[in-house]
């Protein structure tokens, strides 16, 4: 085991029972690491949170709730400071400066290997930080493995094909879409057959959903 991680008080978040409750017994069974708590979301985890003054929260995220952002805000907004190692499939950079400042130490996604987790914490508990699979030093090492893991491109989109991407996450039609941008409907339907070229979605669900899970908006404007 990287370091000495026996003392280590750990709380978990995952909106999924299995995951949640496979990880603690892991950690604790196979490892010797304490987790102290678990909750479902980041509002159930604030009174453990506080009460039992953990030194590291295992946030975890689903595909439908991908950005840690919203979960880390609410935590500060009452109050509650703790090192944080996201488990997620990735976030986007442009996000990771902010999940710095609301106390991400690390980036962890779901499917690595158990030591490469139990490698991140230790890291975390030095000082130092994580994101993917590489270790940081200091905050500046932080934001460049960030970039450099998930770059701000939008998967090679064109800015008006991104903002029919935009409208279709609203739900507008290619009526609607024309008439919000200013173009013709068949306009509309070449940049949206681009855009599902682009993104390998076959319809306007699949493509939404991806634009979503992957932070193709926000990672892009």
Do not use: Y
Request: aromatic content about 4%; overall charge neutral; hydrophobic content about 45%.
């Amino acid at each position: 085991m990287p370091g000495s991680l026996n003392s280590v008080r750990i709380v978990i978040v995952d909106g999924q029972p299995i995951f949640r409750d496979g990880l603690s017994r892991l950690l604790q069974t196979d490892f010797g690491l304490q987790v102290v708590g678990d909750a479902s979301c980041v509002v159930d985890a604030a009174a453990p949170l506080r009460s039992l003054n953990p030194d590291l929260l295992l946030l975890g995220l689903s595909p439908s709730e991908p950005v840690p952002l919203k979960a880390l805000r609410e935590l500060a907004s009452v109050g509650i400071q703790v090192r944080t190692i996201i488990l997620a499939d990735g976030i986007g950079s442009a996000d990771a400066a902010e999940a710095l400042q609301l106390g991400a130490r690390g980036v962890v996604p779901k499917n690595s290997a158990i030591e490469m987790l139990l490698e991140s914490i230790a890291a975390v508990m030095a000082g130092r930080f994580w994101f993917g699979s590489e270790r940081a030093t200091d905050e500046a090492g932080w934001r460049k493995l960030a970039a450099a893991n998930w770059p701000s491109k939008a998967f090679g989109l064109t800015e008006r094909e991104l903002d029919i991407v935009q409208a279709v996450t609203d739900g507008d039609t290619n009526r609607e879409i024309a008439t919000r941008l200013s173009i013709s409907e068949n306009t509309v339907k070449r940049h949206l057959t681009h855009a599902f070229d682009k993104l390998g979605a076959s319809n306007r669900v699949e493509l939404a959903m991806f634009a979503a899970h992957h932070r193709v908006l926000a990672r892009s404007r």
